[in-house]
Nanobody, 123 residues
């Protein structure tokens, strides 16, 4: 069974940093692109970034460019989202999701999902 196990998240002050982790269980990451998405209350799920099978990155949200960095460690079977200079508008539930071989901007294309983790940016 393909699973993504998320960790990290929590409450942080504006300007602070957090790192989210997304660990693959039941499969190896090499053939899967992993995307990070977020959903704020009352808003649609938004693509943040995606790591390709070759280790490249695609950023989908202009609002996070220069602040968020996605990375993968295939040896640990884990993908990370490093979030710096956090703002209150980054508050959302963050999800990682897997897709065979390629990244996609649309969340509906992803084949399996983590359960989500809450990130709250507030003073």
């Amino acid at each position: 069974q393909l699973q993504l196990v998320q960790s990290g998240g929590g409450l942080v002050q504006p300007g602070g940093s957090l790192r989210l982790s997304c660990a693959a269980s039941g499969f190896t990451l090499e053939s899967y692109a992993i995307g990070w998405f977020r959903q704020a209350p009352g808003k649609e799920r938004e693509g943040v970034s995606c790591t390709t099978i070759s280790g490249g990155n695609i950023d989908y949200a202009d609002s996070v460019k220069g602040r968020f960095t996605i990375s993968r460690d295939n040896a640990k079977n884990t993908v990370y989202l490093q979030m710096n200079s956090l703002k209150p508008e980054d508050t959302a539930v963050y999800y990682c999701a897997g897709l065979w071989l390629r990244c996609a901007a649309g969340f509906h294309e992803y084949q399996f999902w983590g359960l989500g983790t809450q990130v709250t940016v507030s003073s």
